[in-house]
């Protein structure tokens, strides 16, 4: 049988109590908080809940309640309390101190059991739930460390070294490629077609969580095989059709090779997510001669960008309140930015045309 202990400076209260219990608990009792206190010295590990009057001489229940956090017995007992009170703000102030529930005067010895195996069952699982959360935040810790270490192997390793530095000169063949169309662009139509490069080499950590998760080894040779997106650019548009143009633009180049393409401008994901992503393979020059990289590019207007950024600080933030409301309005500013860039790049055609 659970413990439990039952603190109340008036007898006819603790027997009263005692008489409802006894039947499913075992029941200590104390006439005041300092003997409760000296009761839970010794036996708080056995006990599966107080019960606390708030009203005692010396040591009422509000001091036993604070000593309790103090030495961090609230957090494995739950606590109700005795009272003959229905007063707001104390009922308040108990919960904020971390009180389970309480029991009202005069007993009704149904709702007295109810209640306590009610607060002693959703004590225990949240005990559960907080030992769970922590053997995950361990293993998590554990996962993290290795992914460190085996970060740092990568680093040290000459021929990893050697494949970032080619993948970076991917990145630079493709921004100096779309440099040269953005000037041709812009010295036969007087505009730029997009608006800025933002390029990015994947960590050695993202590097081997991502073929961890695909089964693979941590090898060079599977960095080369199974990613797509070691290296990648962003290149933020100012118009819908920019973007179809100057992917054309540079796919047609007789020496790229369009590996993947995925249109979620089309076909945007449930989310609302809208970019065009192309997976290419493109020839980079060394000295010993030549060799095609894959280099993943993104091309995005500049509000489906600010949008894009505004949801991935969502997905990466642990403590944002009202996720599902902020989800569905991101939907719904994604339907907006739609309507909204089309609109604006009908207002360019049409001025276009009065200059034509």
Partial sequence: MQKILVVDDAELNRELLRDMLEDEFLVETAEDGERALQKLQ???SELSALLLDLHMPKFNG???IEEMRRRGWMERIPVLIISSEHAVEVENRCFELGVSDFIHKPFEGSIVKNRVKNAI???TC????QQKVEEQEETLRAKDQIIQRQAQKLREAKPFNKLMLEYQSAIMEVETRLKVLNAEFSQEYNRNPFESIKSRLKTPESIYEKLERKGQPITVENVQE????VAGLRVICSFPDDIYRLARLLTGQDDIILLREKDYIKEPKDNGYRSLHLILSIPIF????????KVEVQFRTIAMDFWASLEHKLKYKKTVDNTEEIVGQLKMCADSIEELDYRMQEIRDQIDRSHS
Wanted: proline share 4%; no cysteine; net charge positive.
């Fill in 42 to 44: 010794r036996r708080q």
């Fill in 62 to 64: 509000f001091a036993v």
């Fill in 121 to 123: 069952e959703l004590f």
């Fill in 126 to 129: 949240k005990l559960k739930l």
């Fill in 226 to 229: 199974h990613l797509h997106d």
């Fill in 286 to 293: 060394l000295p010993a001669g030549k060799k095609y990289m």
